[in-house]
């Protein structure tokens, strides 16, 4: 039986992973499980439910493959737990939940400025504030101790009854929070919400040893359960974790439902869009890390089932017959969000066959991604992490498309749950190093012209 092993809970928007880790940082066992919302009181809900009962017997699993020494738990942004009493108070509300535009107007009137958050308006839940506005109208009057734990300190709390909240979920397009500041926003100062939010402490930082009811599934008494982070931030830590990018002016983009680019290191100051969702994270340390993001994995989706394309990557050689033909596709597949937020996806001249338009998914994903970069002003080492790494396309072309950067790419699975064994032991070698990406033997200057003009017509 291995010691010192680490299980690191990451639950995605998409998928929620449960793995086991030894000291090395080898992966011992993984299991994976789609998520899907649920019925809450008049909202949309996250599953915590479901999340939990498929947990259990995992983690009895993951007893007996090694002695476990830490849990961590990571999760998306945009999403907070209710807790009174000892108990879940309501679930979850689900930030896909559309809720009502009389709600959102009321809502518009109480939040901080864009230039002190770094928080931009977004469409549904995207908010947390929004949420909890219209939480506290569905579920309220609140008892005195409710308290709002950010969703990867719920889960943290589930573990081992101790609450606490943590910047990185706090910093992420929450209206909640101040980064350059590091202090709540007026707003949640306003309404209460901040005298209700856990304590708050470190990602890495243990905040108790594992309640009982885990314990009796043969987890050791003594783990110690983390506080957690945000999953974009936890690859960012990963990405730190390797010696190209460090403290460097380096972005880190990655993909799965949403593309999120975060830049940090940054030392000039840069202006940003708050209309094309651009917004200010906030890393592990606390500091201030720029970000632009835009639904590249639901739009992949929505795309690939509307053309029946299949999951099958794209070839080379059908993306070079996409750019010589100058078939695009023009965004958004994913309104409201994205650096083209008020676009209606379309083709223009779409490709025969299914390699043709696979290949011109992916192209269209890296010159959107490219777009998110720019307003942010990324420059220096460029690495994309997630299950798009693995998309040869759509990374070729992303560094073809921005010659003046180097780009990598990494392990398309390990990069979030690496971040979260960073945070035990920062000095953790990568699994694997950086691969450089070789652009694709093609020019894509005037494919990439054509395609911006495209959207100014």
Same mark, same amino acid.
């Given at each position: 039986?291995?010691?010192?092993?680490?299980?690191?809970?990451?639950?995605?928007?998409?998928?929620?992973?449960?793995?086991?880790?030894?000291?090395?940082?080898?992966?011992?066992?993984?299991?994976?499980?789609?998520?899907?919302?649920?019925?809450?009181?008049?909202?949309?809900?996250?599953?915590?439910?479901?999340?939990?009962?498929?947990?259990?017997?995992?983690?009895?699993?993951?007893?007996?493959? @090694?002695?476990?020494?830490?849990?961590?738990?990571?999760? *998306?942004?945009?999403?907070?737990?209710?807790?009174?009493?000892?108990?879940?108070?309501?679930?979850?509300?689900?930030?896909?939940?559309?809720?009502?535009?009389?709600?959102?107007?009321?809502?518009?009137?109480?939040?901080?400025?864009?230039? *002190?958050?770094?928080?931009?308006?977004?469409?549904?839940?995207?908010?947390?504030?929004?949420?909890?506005?219209?939480?506290?109208?569905?579920?309220?009057?609140?008892?005195?101790?409710?308290?709002?734990?950010?969703? !990867?300190?719920?889960?943290?709390?589930?573990?081992? @009854?101790?609450?606490?909240?943590?910047?990185?979920?706090?910093?992420? *397009?929450?209206?909640?929070?101040?980064?350059?500041?590091?202090?709540? %926003?007026?707003?949640?100062?306003?309404?209460?919400?901040?005298?209700?939010?856990? !304590?708050?402490?470190?990602?890495?930082?243990?905040?108790?040893?594992?309640?009982?009811?885990?314990?009796?599934?043969?987890?050791?008494?003594?783990?110690?359960?983390?506080?957690?982070? *945000?999953?974009?931030?936890?690859?960012?830590?990963?990405?730190?974790?390797?010696?190209?990018?460090?403290?460097?002016?380096?972005?880190?983009?990655?993909?799965?439902?949403?593309?999120?680019?975060?830049?940090?290191?940054?030392?000039?100051?840069?202006?940003?869009?708050?209309?094309?969702?651009?917004?200010?994270?906030?890393?592990?340390?606390?500091?201030?890390?720029?970000?632009?993001?835009?639904?590249?994995?639901?739009?992949?989706? /929505?795309? %690939?089932?509307?053309?029946?394309?299949?999951?099958?990557?794209? %070839?080379?050689?059908?993306?070079?017959?996409?750019?010589? /033909?100058?078939?695009?596709?023009?965004?958004?597949?994913?309104?409201?969000?994205?650096?083209?937020?008020?676009?209606?996806?379309?083709?223009?001249?779409? !490709?025969?066959?299914?390699? @043709?338009?696979?290949?011109?998914?992916?192209?269209?994903?890296?010159?959107?991604?490219?777009? /998110?970069? @720019?307003?942010?002003?990324?420059?220096?080492?460029?690495?994309?992490?997630?299950?798009?790494?693995?998309?040869?396309?759509?990374?070729?072309?992303?560094?073809?498309?921005?010659?003046?950067?180097?780009?990598?790419?990494?392990?398309?699975?390990?990069?979030?749950?690496?971040?979260?064994?960073?945070?035990?032991?920062?000095?953790?070698?990568?699994? %694997?190093?950086?691969? !450089?990406?070789?652009?694709?033997?093609?020019?894509?200057?005037?494919?990439?012209?054509?395609?911006?003009?495209?959207?100014?017509?």
């Amino acid at each position: 039986m291995e010691d010192g092993c680490t299980v690191v809970l990451d639950i995605g928007k998409t998928n929620a992973k449960l793995t086991l880790w030894d000291r090395s940082g080898r992966c011992l066992a993984r299991h994976v499980r789609e998520n899907e919302a649920v019925e809450g009181p008049g909202y949309r809900a996250l599953d915590a439910a479901g999340i939990e009962a498929w947990m259990a017997p995992i983690l009895a699993g993951f007893a007996r493959l @090694g002695r476990v020494r830490a849990i961590v738990p990571v999760g *998306h942004g945009a999403a907070a737990a209710l807790i009174a009493d000892g108990r879940l108070f309501a679930p979850p509300m689900d930030y896909e939940d559309p809720g009502g535009e009389g709600e959102r107007e009321a809502y518009l009137r109480r939040r901080d400025a864009f230039e *002190h958050t770094g928080s931009p308006a977004l469409p549904v839940g995207l908010n947390l504030g929004l949420q909890l506005h219209r939480l506290e109208a569905l579920t309220g009057p609140w008892p005195d101790d409710l308290a709002i734990l950010p969703w !990867p300190q719920y889960w943290a709390w589930r573990f081992c @009854g101790v609450m606490a909240s943590e910047v990185t979920s706090l910093g992420c *397009h929450s209206d909640l929070w101040r980064p350059y500041e590091g202090r709540p %926003s007026a707003l949640a100062d306003a309404a209460g919400w901040a005298g209700r939010l856990g !304590p708050l402490r470190r990602a890495g930082e243990m905040l108790g040893l594992l309640a009982a009811e885990w314990t009796e599934l043969g987890l050791p008494a003594d783990c110690q359960v983390l506080c957690g982070l *945000h999953d974009s931030n936890a690859a960012l830590l990963a990405a730190r974790g390797h010696a190209e990018i460090a403290a460097e002016d380096a972005t880190v983009l990655s993909t799965g439902t949403w593309f999120v680019a975060l830049r940090s290191g940054v030392h000039e100051p840069v202006v940003l869009d708050e209309a094309r969702d651009c917004l200010v994270n906030v890393d592990a340390s606390g500091r201030p890390a720029l970000s632009a993001r835009f639904m590249g994995g639901r739009e992949a989706e /929505a795309i %690939s089932r509307a053309w029946e394309l299949g999951g099958k990557p794209a %070839s080379v050689e059908a993306a070079l017959a996409v750019v010589a /033909a100058g078939s695009l596709i023009l965004p958004s597949f994913a309104p409201g969000v994205g650096p083209f937020p008020d676009q209606a996806g379309r083709w223009i001249d779409p !490709p025969p066959d299914r390699r @043709g338009r696979r290949a011109a998914l992916e192209l269209y994903l890296a010159l959107v991604a490219d777009a /998110a970069l @720019g307003l942010i002003g990324s420059r220096g080492r460029l690495l994309v992490e997630g299950r798009f790494a693995e998309a040869e396309v759509f990374v070729r072309a992303l560094a073809g498309l921005r010659p003046e950067q180097r780009v990598y790419v990494s392990n398309a699975h390990d990069d979030v749950p690496y971040g979260a064994l960073r945070l035990i032991d920062p000095d953790l070698p990568p699994a %694997s190093p950086l691969t !450089p990406v070789k652009p694709l033997p093609v020019a894509l200057g005037d494919y990439a012209r054509r395609w911006r003009a495209a959207l100014r017509g």
